[in-house]
């Protein structure tokens, strides 16, 4: 496609079930990230994929976020038994290569997560 | 913790005048900075960068300045137009990823 494509765009969820956001990146896309943005907030870096493996995974909040990409394509963030403090946007970007050599994120209009 | 944060949270201006959004940023081996801009319900959208081999950097009605003797990064926006009322953030690269600070939001006046 155009850009990157995040489903859903908006998603209901009660407490402790779980939920999947899905990323579609930019065509030829070799990284892919995944943030978090609380409202008002900044953006919280979760995880990042280079090809199909994951380099860095430091900003999953807890042992209940997972991601993983296959094909070097599509990615999929699970978050299991979800709490209310999971509630934000979470915002999908890709890049050509890793960003210490060109930089530009593009980034998806985000899956806004609700956990009631 | 965030290691890139910003001096204002919020910046009022009269469409027009020049803004000036400041970040500040603490890992003296950052190498590479980007500004962001954010509007409402959209995701972040790339405005420019600049490497750390250089103290500013212009592109159509936005300059980027660095200072790396105090570690601080400013967007300077020319005439200011209502379509520039977002948040804006900075982001430093950091082992293959980008860490964003907490934003400025900018409001124009007409």
């Known amino acids: 496609g155009a850009g990157v494509s995040q489903s859903p765009s908006n998603k209901v969820t009660e407490k402790g079930k779980d939920v999947e956001l899905r990323c579609d990146p930019i065509?030829?896309?070799?990284?892919l990230y995944w943030y978090r943005q609380s409202l008002g907030q900044g953006l919280e870096f979760l995880i990042y994929f280079q090809g199909n493996s994951a380099p860095d995974k430091s900003g999953l909040p807890s042992d209940r976020f997972s991601a993983e990409r296959t094909g070097g394509s599509v990615s999929t963030l699970t978050i299991q038994r979800t709490q209310q403090e999971d509630s934000a946007v979470y915002l999908c970007?890709?890049?050509?290569?890793?960003?210490?050599?060109?930089?530009?994120?593009?980034f998806g209009e985000g899956s806004r997560l609700t956990v009631l | 913790g965030e290691s890139v944060g910003l001096h204002l949270p919020t910046l009022s201006v009269q469409e027009g005048d020049n803004s000036i959004i400041n970040c500040a940023y603490s890992n003296s081996a950052s190498d590479y900075f980007i500004w962001y801009k954010q509007e409402s319900g959209k995701g972040p959208q790339f405005i420019i960068d600049i490497r750390s081999n250089m103290d500013k950097r212009q592109g159509q009605r936005v300059t980027v300045l660095l200072n790396k003797t105090v570690k601080h990064l400013s967007l300077q926006i020319a005439a200011t137009q209502p379509g520039d009322s977002a948040v804006y953030f900075c982001a430093e690269s950091e082992r293959g990823k980008l860490i964003f600070g907490q934003g400025t939001e900018l409001s124009v006046k007409p």
């Open positions: 970007a890709s890049s050509l290569v890793r960003t210490t050599n060109t930089g530009e994120l593009f």
């Open positions: 065509s030829g896309h070799t990284a």
